[in-house]
């Protein structure tokens, strides 16, 4: 049987091992560092820009000062997890949480148990919530507005589409007054040019022609070329025979002459143009 002793003994060597498991877990946390080789042959790390032969690489892979160097490069090129860390500005071996606001060793190992903790997780969780909830009142304001504007063009295409309605209405309609006013002149024409032809055939109906030879009076000229006769006659009577010779005499002389005065006006200007003409009967237009 083991011995107090040796039971303590063992139980203080489990204890060192956790400890140097949970320090080895973090240690590694950001990788090997990045090496280039150069012309002369040796090697150079691309994160602290130090230069080392080929036999020393592995042994400066896990030297501090190529530890903190990884360190500085993953913070200042915001590299996860080190961009939820700031630089302590008071110690430069100290690194300040953004979330937690704690300030912590600038080591792998303190780094790594600092974001497994759960002060650490419960604050990124929550964060992470936030995030969802503003980013989901943004997609819905984003729909919602999307949704406004959908309805905003569909009223706009709904008035366009009833103001050309009205158009076509008021179109269609004028276009049937302006038929409707060519019929009534048209009709009003028609009725006119009736009655005028009406009126032109009741004109032509009434009119009275003479038979071909005939006169429109009727008169063949016998009254006008005996009319020196009958003025002498009439002259007589008016003067009786109670006068002088000499009277007579005058008398007698002006009425041949005026008798031949009359028979030759008659010679000259012809029977017809004392003929009377029988005038057109006008006839009121009926309204």
């Not at 011995?3 to 240690?27: D, F, I, W, Y």
């Not at 501090?64 to 500005?89: E, T, V, W, Y």
Request: proline letters at 4%; charged letters at 45%.
């Amino acid at each position: 049987m083991a011995t107090p002793e040796q039971r303590s003994k063992e139980k203080v060597g489990k204890e060192k091992e956790k400890k140097e498991e949970g320090a080895n877990e973090g240690s590694n946390l950001l990788g090997p560092p990045t090496f280039e080789i150069l012309e002369n042959g040796r090697f150079k790390c691309v994160e602290t820009g130090h230069e080392m032969p080929p036999n020393a690489v592995d042994s400066y892979s896990q030297n501090k000062r190529c530890r903190l160097g990884l360190i500085d490069f993953a913070l200042s090129h915001k590299k996860p997890p080190l961009n939820l860390f700031k630089q302590d500005p008071v110690s430069r071996s100290k690194l300040i949480c953004k979330l937690t606001g704690d300030t912590i060793n600038k080591t792998e190992e303190h780094i790594w148990k600092h974001i497994n903790g759960r002060r650490f997780l419960n604050k990124l969780e929550q964060k992470e919530a936030e995030k969802q909830m503003s980013n989901g009142n943004v997609v819905d304001k984003s729909d919602q507005m999307q949704q406004k504007a959908g309805e905003k063009n569909e009223k706009k295409d709904k008035e366009k589409k009833d103001e050309n309605k009205m158009k076509k209405k008021k179109k269609k309609q004028k276009q049937k007054q302006e038929k409707e006013v060519d019929e009534n002149i048209s009709e009003a024409r028609k009725s006119e040019v009736d009655e005028i032809d009406k009126n032109n055939d009741t004109e032509d109906a009434e009119f009275w022609m003479p038979p071909v030879g005939d006169r429109w009076d009727f008169d063949d000229g016998g009254d006008r070329w005996d009319s020196g006769s009958d003025l002498e006659s009439d002259i007589d009577e008016s003067n009786g025979g109670d006068d002088g010779e000499e009277e007579e005499e005058e008398h007698g002389n002006e009425s041949r002459e005026l008798s031949k005065r009359t028979k030759r006006l008659s010679m000259e200007v012809g029977p017809s143009s004392f003929a009377s003409r029988k005038k057109k009967s006008k006839i009121n237009p009926k309204s």
